[in-house]
């Protein structure tokens, strides 16, 4: 059997994006790609099999996705999947992600994130596979003690909600993972703030309901889908007063992640890495609004509301490990990731219903 | 249906003293006692239906214990025993409890302990039981900032084991519940170190295997079961260079979780609260030595060696807010917990099983 990457949350944003890539670069031509998604996050049409971006993916490829329509707390499921392909790594991004309904629904939020992994990693044990890239966030840094954040930043101290404890808290179930058996390869990839779609404008971020976040809410404020974009908050300490991230392409992410199953061919690499995937740069929500207007000529109407819950005034990553490391650094501008944002808004109003 | 208490891990240590006070006093007479314990610590005789503390428990109180040998991980063996039983509310001790087997085993002590009590708790949303009683633990401190420990003491940090870390997960994942619901009541009880047994020497404590902690360790020795005491360091910074621990008789702690059951009776109580549960006096393995000599008439042989990682020089609970919140407050001294300990060992050489 060919070899297999097993990429959970492969029909999801970031995951199909790096599902993408994996089968875009002929240097993973050796690989079959597996994806299993329980389709919370990812539309299927009624009567098809596969997921709108995998089938998408496919087109443009011309390349096949084994596809399990399966939750990663199906034990029997996982079974039947590793069971089925030689799976040599697994990229984790299966997870629920909405800050802002993770406070709502702590305990579905912590079943489907660490449940879900802990049963993904009793399958990868049992079946010998023991390499893992891990869809992080930078949300475990809590509100930061200084900028820009580094991996040495301490993590798990002033946790807003359960999405951010529970890529926290499983971050160190991995860290104890690798502490219990060497044979243990992990690369935690800390995303900072992804936004963009791949360039054909296929494939994209598709929220379902209101967006909660800035990119997808300014573009379907561009495309007519909303009326007007919410501001929360312009009176932090940053250069214009509304908030500052770190806004980093999806193809650099999805890079990073190609990036980091390379790592795994070094013998000597094993253990747990924590790595930041983020441009270095911070922009603020006015100058997103300005850089998208100017990539979609379109005018965003947004008006100025209260700061929401949580939310802190700046962050920004320090990359240098993800460069000496995994030899990756971004190298999308912002006005790329807008460019990209709109091609794939304007050709999808409705996302993938469209 | 008369209301129920269910009791998790109702066949352990504490499990079984607690339903053995709840049982003996008349005030809680009302209550029928529902335990569900997968036996994982707690010892059957072939034949068998009920483990062996409950049926000692049984005959020592004249009263029914309704048992069910199934994991908290079993969801519709939960949902069987919630429709089976009016349950009113839960006491929550199911868990692996071993530190250093825990750094061994992660991924059991996780699912065990984390997925298990977040499988716990929605089979009681789903029947509608909100009370919960939490067997938390003082390892949730961490390196004591300051002593004695009070519950404002920061939670989490440098927490060196798997078992600790789920403890305090636990803990984090029941704040997010009570912020997410005002319907949940839940009190964690931070224990010290729990040691002693009931009065009348038939139920105690029964590790499997080397004990882990001192207490078992000592009169395992004293009744010539194990050759030596290793005590493990004594250059630590305390009175006479060994550890230092806030020992507390079980059933003062069981005590402890009857008061907490009947705070739920007062309206006004809500949310999430963390309550230590010691005696606020720290004893040295040296002195504890001592101690069990003079209960026992016996000499206990010891041996120093190596302190072991992740131990601490010393931690006492701050045990103000018990008795504030509680009513309650440890009444049993050192001298009695190794009297009682020793009545129970030495009427039980090989703890249930004799």
Chains 1, 2 share one sequence.
């Not at 949350?9 to 993408?20: D, I, K, N």
């Not at 670069?25 to 919370?40: C, G, H, M």
């Not at 300005?290 to 509301?305: H, L, M, W």
Request: overall charge neutral; some cysteine; glycine content about 8%.
């Amino acid at each position: 059997m060919s070899p297999a990457i097993l990429v959970t949350g492969g029909a999801g944003y970031v995951g199909s994006h790096t599902v993408m890539t994996l089968l875009e670069r002929s240097d993973n031509s050796e690989y079959e790609i597996v994806v299993v998604d329980n389709l919370t996050n990812a539309y299927r049409s009624d009567g098809e099999k596969k997921p709108e971006p995998l089938k998408r993916i496919e087109e443009m490829t011309g390349k096949n996705i084994h596809f399990y329509d399966i939750d990663i707390r199906d034990k029997e499921g996982l079974n039947r999947i590793f069971s089925s392909h030689n799976i040599e790594c697994v990229i984790h991004f299966a997870a629920l992600k909405a800050v802002g309904e993770s406070v709502e629904k702590p305990l579905e939020y912590y079943q489907a994130n660490i449940s879900g992994t802990c049963t993904l990693f009793e399958a990868m044990r049992k079946y010998g596979v023991y390499k893992l890239v891990y869809s992080s966030s930078c949300t475990v840094y809590g509100e930061p003690e200084k900028l820009p954040l580094d991996e040495a930043h301490p993590t798990g101290r002033g946790l807003t909600s359960p999405y951010g404890k529970s890529k926290y808290f499983c971050e160190e179930i991995m860290k104890d993972l690798c502490r219990s058996d060497p044979k243990w390869m992990i690369i935690s990839l800390r995303y900072f703030n992804p936004v963009g779609a791949h360039k054909s404008g296929r494939i994209g971020e598709d929220p379902s309901g209101l967006p909660n976040n800035l990119m997808p809410f300014i573009s379907q404020v561009a495309v007519g889908r909303l009326k007007e974009l919410l501001v929360f908050g312009n009176d932090y300490p940053t250069i214009d007063g509304t908030g500052v991230r770190d806004y980093i392409h999806v193809q650099d992410l999805a890079e990073g992640h190609v990036k980091a199953i390379k790592l795994f061919k070094q013998t000597e690499f094993s253990g747990f890495h924590a790595v930041n995937l983020g441009t270095g740069t911070g922009y603020s929500v006015l100058q997103m609004i300005s850089a998208f207007e100017k990539a979609s000529g379109k005018k965003i109407p947004y008006k100025i509301v209260a700061r929401r819950a949580g939310d802190i005034a700046a962050n920004y990553a320090d990359v240098s490990l993800a460069h000496r490391l995994l030899g990756w650094r971004a190298t999308r501008t912002l006005d790329d990731m807008c460019r990209d944002t709109w091609a794939w808004q304007r050709a999808n109003p409705a996302g993938f219903r469209s």
